[in-house]
């Protein structure tokens, strides 16, 4: 049993990082109502950003926020040459932009930082937390709790901004409808720039520990895949269920890359490794079949 809620344990924390990049695609769908594919590649870019700011003389803290500039001007040169261009138009071409910013910023990142593998220390170390593996014998990796306590304080302010401020209410206006919101005066261009430079930062807090735990490289934007399943999960309308749908992947994930093998082996023979990579997605893909709109998302009724 303690083995059980270790491994329990270390799947939620883990989860949370994988709901820190499914928060960047539920800001922009929020505000856009497109699916926006190139988050992974923000992720990646940020990450790089940091990491190439660092080796050029800047502390941590100083290169952190020159990457959140860098990701604010990428954010307004995306509104105003690609987003400004295409208001109006259906979430399906929307998509496709995205995809072209996605392989754009995949190779930008390198032209300007440089593609090898570079590490980077938070200064959080990845080891057990002694106080509580000597009171319960449970091993809890301190990254992964400093990963959960940042990506909780993030949610909740994103939570508060959407919900409290006039701007998340022009956002929630915006992601109803385009033109309505241009109608009531709302500066839809500026809009933009907000969500944008918004799910940058995310991103930016994302890559930041993805590339301390696995170092910056390429592989950091297929995080936008693994955060499919959280999205489906979650629902792609809803922060809390970016977090919530998060903490079942990860839990599930990690659970089945254990149990799963044992259970088929003992059945059936033979060896069935890697079941963690493809897990999540039958996972969700079977949670599709009994809520479509996942857990926290919005039910949409077909009237006749």
Do not use: C
Not at 16 to 45: D, R, T
Not at 141 to 165: N, P, Q, W, Y
Not at 182 to 197: E, Y
């Amino acid at each position: 049993m303690q083995f059980f809620f270790e491994i329990l344990i270390g799947g939620l924390l883990s989860g949370v990082m994988y709901s820190l990049v499914a928060l960047g695609f539920v800001l922009i769908f929020k505000a856009s109502g497109v699916f926006n594919f190139a988050q992974g590649a923000m992720v990646y870019f940020a990450a790089l950003s940091v990491v190439g700011l660092m080796e050029s003389g800047l502390p941590l803290w100083a290169a952190a926020i020159g990457a959140f500039v860098v990701m604010v001007l990428m954010s307004m040169a995306t509104e105003r040459f690609v987003l400004r261009k295409l208001v109006n138009q259906s979430p399906i071409t929307l998509f496709m932009a995205t995809i072209g910013l996605s392989f754009f910023l995949e190779g930008l990142a390198p032209l300007l930082w440089g593609n090898e593998v570079r590490p980077l220390s938070l200064g959080i170390v990845d080891e057990p937390i002694a106080s509580i593996m000597d009171s319960t014998g449970v091993l809890v990796s301190s990254f992964d709790l400093a990963a959960a306590g940042i990506a909780a304080v993030l949610v909740a302010l994103l939570a508060l901004f959407f919900k409290a401020t006039s701007i998340g209410r022009a956002l929630r206006a915006v992601a109803d409808d385009h033109q309505a919101a241009l109608s009531l005066g709302i500066p839809l261009q500026r809009i933009w720039v907000v969500v944008w430079s918004v799910s940058g930062f995310v991103a930016l807090v994302a890559g930041m520990l993805w590339g301390s735990r696995n170092g910056v490289q390429f592989a950091l934007t297929m995080t936008a895949l693994k955060a499919l399943p959280v999205l489906i999960l979650g629902g792609f309308t809803s922060i809390p269920g970016a977090i919530v749908g998060g903490l079942i992947i990860g839990a599930a994930e990690k659970l089945a890359e254990i149990y799963v093998p044992q259970l088929l082996q003992a059945q059936f023979g033979g060896n069935f490794g890697g079941i963690e990579g493809w897990f999540p997605y039958v996972f969700a893909l079977l949670f599709l079949l009994v809520r479509p709109e996942g857990l926290f998302g919005e039910r949409h009724i077909d009237r006749v």
